[in-house]
């Protein structure tokens, strides 16, 4: 069966410190794969995709960037996190004709 | 306007009420539409997917219109375990075979004793 990993699963880091969040997926190959932010009150936002190995389109200018180094291996990071990249950060890929599976997620709080 | 809007909420009902949930989208190139259901503190979770015939699971019943550009979610019977966050979601087409979601901002149902 497939499923999908996210962690940490909760992360305080201060301003301008590094941001580095890891996805992966199993039992699935050459999944489409996508970063989602929720910020407090506030929908959930694309940021990036990914539709193969080193292919990233990014969907909203900001701070972050994202890397696809392996087939089920998608990464979130930021070189300097601002107080507004606090959110719920959430790592998805699509299931073909039944919508996206996310994982757990991971609350960042930069402070 | 917001690509997919909802009711804004957040809804308070009794135990065994019917609740319906309304939704608008403006991208008419939506390919596809679904419904997510988010606990507190927890990631979405797809609830049913919604198609033009109109579809029902048990206790819910999804519809789409899309000579309106409508999505609707009913629940009758409603449990206390229905309360949640409920996402309207629209997918397009995004070059080749990638499909993108669209989430409307949520729409709050707390079902109570």
């Known amino acids: 069966s497939q499923t999908i990993h996210q962690w940490p699963a909760t992360l305080v880091q201060p301003v301008g410190s590094p941001l580095s969040l890891e996805c992966t997926v199993e039992?699935?190959?050459?999944?489409?794969l996508y970063w989602y932010r929720q910020a407090a009150g506030r929908g959930l936002q694309l940021l990036f995709y990914s539709v193969g190995i080193g292919q990233i389109s990014s969907e909203v200018p900001q701070n972050l960037s994202a890397s696809r180094p392996q087939d089920r291996q998608f990464i979130l990071s930021s070189k300097k996190l601002l107080l507004s990249d606090s959110g719920f950060y959430l790592c998805?890929?699509?299931?073909?004709?039944?919508?996206?599976?996310f994982g757990s997620g991971t609350r960042l709080t930069v402070v | 306007r917001k690509e997919v809007e909802q009711d804004p909420g957040p809804f308070n009902v009794p135990e065994g009420a019917t609740v319906a949930f309304n939704c608008t989208y403006s991208n008419s190139a939506s390919q596809s539409f679904f419904w997510y259901r988010q606990d507190c503190r927890k990631e979405p979770k797809l609830l049913m997917s919604?198609?033009?015939s109109g579809n029902e699971d048990g206790r819910f019943t999804a519809q789409l219109n899309r000579a309106s550009q409508y999505i609707s979610l009913l629940i009758r019977d409603s449990k206390l375990s229905d309360s949640a966050t409920y996402l309207c979601?629209?997918?397009?087409?995004?070059?080749?075979?990638?499909?993108?979601?669209?989430f409307g901002k949520g729409t709050l149902l707390t079902v109570n004793p």
């Open positions: 998805a890929w699509r299931q073909g004709r039944y919508g996206y599976t």
């Open positions: 979601v629209g997918a397009f087409r995004s070059g080749g075979s990638n499909y993108k979601l669209t």
């Open positions: 919604v198609y033009s």
């Open positions: 039992g699935t190959s050459n999944p489409n």
